[in-house]
Structures are given as structure tokens and as C-alpha cells.
């Protein structure tokens, strides 16, 4: 099959861009306006979504963003407040781990449907408490793993899930760049940094990617490049065993010169590449004996992926589905997170689902 053939193909069965929901427009509201809660607002207001009340602890953080993107929004600093309205139908729950569940179990009493930010939660019991919880109040739990509408990795799952590359057998990512930009930051105090707040993204495209399949073992290791200004260690890698399958994430964060990221996956029918200077600019390749197809990705990562994540929220609760970005399945991601993280501290192998509850951070 000539190329372009084959590119219209591929491209009629990979509809990577993040959907809206058809009429569906909930008031919905957001709890927690932080620094990152910038690019869900962006994404919201671009997407049309019909963001009401705004609920921040510091009321000046909450009246900020109420100026910057929903001048009509009504802003809080008791999230009991919020949840009181009975207009609200949908809750976006910024904040950071440590205080989110309790929000999450407050909004779903309340009868809201959630999109919880990343990490979903730092124990998987107390995960699977909160979808049981979603579970009986017929209710979609959604997690915020917004890397799943990255270009690139948006392509990749979706190719991957259309079968594209047949029975995935190899996956290896690396990112190479600069991460010391949270020196001062809360972020610094974060240990395992690297391992678990930023690559949770890297292992959630894993467990996409390898969905069905079983990971029996994780190894991982951290150090800390040479002159680095911040406490948490900079470099890490893991390596993750499956059923006839492998895959290898490399992270180097104190990287000076020469940004890169590349994603390498490959299949029993095909394989699908893509590297740029950083996760923004990338050129993806899939190849199969079909043809190679080499598309033009649109969209970016941020704002882009906060539109994938609560358009895919409103559209399962549209369509009555569970969400692809279920808290239910997203405990599979975290349980790989924790195993890498749970490996580093000990220097051995870990299997997932072993480690209940995120160690050493």
C-alpha cells in the first residue's frame, strides 16, 4: 500500500484530539486554584464549559483566576459551600494529594461527579474506598491524567488501541530536560519527585498501552546529577516486566544542553516512534507492512490535555459509560508508580499491587 494510502488509513482509525460532549454542558465547579489550575481553566473556557464557582483556601487565589477566566463565577473559600449548590453538577478537585480524598468523598456525598487531579491518591485502599463510593451514589469518578492527550502519546494509545501494532511487545520512553525549576517550590520537598509526580504520566501511557496485560515485577533506581541545585533526585529509571512484553522509562532532569523526548513502541504487526527537542514539538512515524504514515499532530499537551481529560468526563456521563480515565483503572497506573518508587528505596524488584501505599516521599 503506497504511504498516503496508508496515512488515510491510519488516520480514519485514529482520532487522537480531545472530544466535547454532543449538548452536555454541566455548571461545574473547581476546587483548589493553584498554579497548575491555569491550564484547566484555559482548556475550559476555550471548550466552552460552564465553570460557575471557584473555591481556594486563599480567597486571593481564587478571586485571581475568577479575573483571569470566568469573571462571572461565584468564588469560595469553604468548599461546603460550593458543594451546596445544587446547580453543580460536575467537580474538578485540584488540589494537592494529602488533602484530596477527603474533598473527593465530600463531593460525591453531595451527589457531584469528580475529576480528581494526579496523582489520584497516595493508598490504593483508600482508592478503591472512593470508587466504591462513586459506585453506589451512581456517580463517575475521573482522574486528571491529562498526558493521555499529549499529541504524540494521544496517537500512540490510540493507535495502539485500534490494533494498529497488533499485540504490543516493547515500550521505551526518555525524557531528557530540565526539572530544577521547583527549587523554592513545595514541589522540592517531594523525595521521589521525579518517580512519582512526574512520571505518573509515563506510567499511566504504560498501563494504556499494556491494558489486559500483567506487569509482574518493577524494578527502579534514582540518583542525583552532578551540581544539581535541588534536593530531590534528578535522575531516575525503571524497568517493567510483563507477560512477553518489556518496557524501560529513562528521566533525566538536570539535562543542560540538548532537550529530548522520544517514545519508541512496538507490536507483532507494527511500530510507532516519535522524538522532538521537548514533549511540545514532536514528529511521529508508524510503520507497518501497510505503509508508513507520518501524521501532522495538532494540539498541545498544555492547555490541550485538561480539555481531553474533562471532555472525556462529560462525555461518559453523556453516553452513561465509564470514563477511559476511571479512578478504577487509574489504580493500575498508581500501582506501578508505587512499585518503582517502593523498588528505589530498597533496590529490589517489586511487584504491583504489592505496595499499597506510596513509600519514602
Given at each position: 500500500m503506497a504511504d498516503q494510502e496508508a496515512k488515510s488509513r491510519f488516520d480514519a482509525q485514529v482520532d487522537y484530539l480531545p472530544r466535547s460532549p454532543r449538548s452536555y454542558r454541566p455548571a461545574i465547579g473547581l476546587i483548589g486554584c493553584g498554579a497548575?489550575?491555569?491550564?484547566?481553566?484555559?482548556?475550559?473556557?476555550?471548550?466552552?464549559?460552564?465553570?460557575?464557582?471557584?473555591?481556594?483556601?486563599?480567597?486571593?487565589?481564587?478571586?485571581?483566576?475568577?479575573?483571569?477566566?470566568?469573571?462571572?463565577?461565584?468564588?469560595?473559600?469553604?468548599?461546603?459551600?460550593?458543594?451546596?449548590?445544587?446547580?453543580?453538577?460536575?467537580?474538578?478537585?485540584?488540589?494537592?494529594?494529602?488533602?484530596?480524598?477527603?474533598?473527593?468523598?465530600?463531593?460525591l456525598n453531595a451527589g457531584k461527579h469528580v475529576l480528581s487531579q494526579k496523582p489520584f491518591v497516595l493508598d490504593l485502599d483508600v482508592g478503591q474506598e472512593l470508587v466504591a463510593l462513586a459506585d453506589t451514589k451512581g456517580l463517575k469518578l475521573a482522574v486528571n491524567q491529562n498526558g493521555r492527550w499529549a499529541p504524540h502519546f494521544s496517537y500512540t494509545r490510540e493507535a495502539v488501541a485500534a490494533g494498529l501494532l497488533g499485540d504490543p511487545c516493547s515500550a521505551h520512553l526518555s525524557?531528557?530536560?530540565?526539572?530544577?525549576?521547583?527549587?523554592?517550590?513545595?514541589?522540592?520537598?517531594?523525595?521521589?519527585?521525579?518517580?512519582?509526580?512526574?512520571?505518573?504520566?509515563?506510567?499511566?501511557?504504560?498501563?494504556?498501552?499494556?491494558?489486559?496485560?500483567?506487569?509482574?515485577?518493577?524494578?527502579?533506581?534514582?540518583?542525583?546529577?552532578?551540581?544539581?541545585?535541588?534536593?530531590?533526585?534528578?535522575?531516575?529509571?525503571?524497568?517493567?516486566?510483563?507477560?512477553?512484553?518489556?518496557?524501560?522509562?529513562?528521566?533525566?532532569?538536570?539535562?543542560?544542553?540538548?532537550?529530548?523526548?522520544?517514545?519508541?513502541?512496538?507490536?507483532?504487526?507494527?511500530?510507532?516512534?516519535?522524538?522532538?527537542?521537548?514533549?511540545?514539538?514532536?514528529?511521529?512515524?508508524?510503520?507497518?507492512?501497510?505503509?508508513?504514515?507520518?501524521?501532522?499532530?495538532s494540539g498541545r499537551w498544555f492547555p490541550d490535555g485538561f480539555h481531553g481529560t474533562m471532555g472525556e468526563l462529560l462525555c461518559s456521563i453523556e453516553e452513561d459509560r465509564e470514563p477511559t480515565i476511571s479512578a478504577a483503572t487509574n489504580l493500575d497506573s498508581l500501582a506501578l508508580c508505587f512499585a518503582a518508587v517502593a523498588s528505589a528505596e530498597t533496590g529490589q524488584p517489586v511487584v504491583p499491587g504489592s505496595i499499597r501505599q506510596l513509600i519514602g516521599v
Amino acid at each position: 500500500m503506497a504511504d498516503q494510502e496508508a496515512k488515510s488509513r491510519f488516520d480514519a482509525q485514529v482520532d487522537y484530539l480531545p472530544r466535547s460532549p454532543r449538548s452536555y454542558r454541566p455548571a461545574i465547579g473547581l476546587i483548589g486554584c493553584g498554579a497548575i489550575t491555569e491550564y484547566h481553566l484555559q482548556a475550559y473556557r476555550k471548550a466552552n464549559y460552564d465553570v460557575v464557582a471557584l473555591c481556594d483556601i486563599n480567597r486571593d487565589q481564587a478571586v485571581l483566576r475568577q479575573r483571569e477566566f470566568y469573571p462571572g463565577a461565584q468564588v469560595y473559600t469553604s468548599h461546603t459551600e460550593l458543594l451546596r449548590r445544587d446547580d453543580i453538577e460536575v467537580v474538578d478537585i485540584a488540589t494537592h494529594p494529602p488533602v484530596r480524598p477527603p474533598l473527593v468523598r465530600d463531593a460525591l456525598n453531595a451527589g457531584k461527579h469528580v475529576l480528581s487531579q494526579k496523582p489520584f491518591v497516595l493508598d490504593l485502599d483508600v482508592g478503591q474506598e472512593l470508587v466504591a463510593l462513586a459506585d453506589t451514589k451512581g456517580l463517575k469518578l475521573a482522574v486528571n491524567q491529562n498526558g493521555r492527550w499529549a499529541p504524540h502519546f494521544s496517537y500512540t494509545r490510540e493507535a495502539v488501541a485500534a490494533g494498529l501494532l497488533g499485540d504490543p511487545c516493547s515500550a521505551h520512553l526518555s525524557v531528557h530536560w530540565d526539572h530544577s525549576w521547583v527549587q523554592g517550590t513545595e514541589f522540592e520537598k517531594v523525595k521521589h519527585l521525579i518517580l512519582y509526580d512526574f512520571a505518573i504520566h509515563w506510567f499511566d501511557m504504560l498501563a494504556c498501552l499494556f491494558q489486559g496485560r500483567r506487569c509482574t515485577r518493577v524494578s527502579a533506581s534514582t540518583t542525583p546529577a552532578p551540581g544539581q541545585p535541588v534536593a530531590p533526585h534528578l535522575m531516575a529509571a525503571a524497568t517493567l516486566q510483563y507477560e512477553q512484553a518489556q518496557a524501560t522509562l529513562a528521566f533525566d532532569a538536570f539535562t543542560q544542553f540538548g532537550d529530548r523526548d522520544v517514545t519508541y513502541v512496538t507490536g507483532t504487526r507494527g511500530t510507532i516512534h516519535s522524538c522532538g527537542q521537548d514533549l511540545y514539538h514532536q514528529q511521529l512515524v508508524l510503520e507497518t507492512k501497510e505503509g508508513v504514515c507520518q501524521p501532522t499532530l495538532s494540539g498541545r499537551w498544555f492547555p490541550d490535555g485538561f480539555h481531553g481529560t474533562m471532555g472525556e468526563l462529560l462525555c461518559s456521563i453523556e453516553e452513561d459509560r465509564e470514563p477511559t480515565i476511571s479512578a478504577a483503572t487509574n489504580l493500575d497506573s498508581l500501582a506501578l508508580c508505587f512499585a518503582a518508587v517502593a523498588s528505589a528505596e530498597t533496590g529490589q524488584p517489586v511487584v504491583p499491587g504489592s505496595i499499597r501505599q506510596l513509600i519514602g516521599v
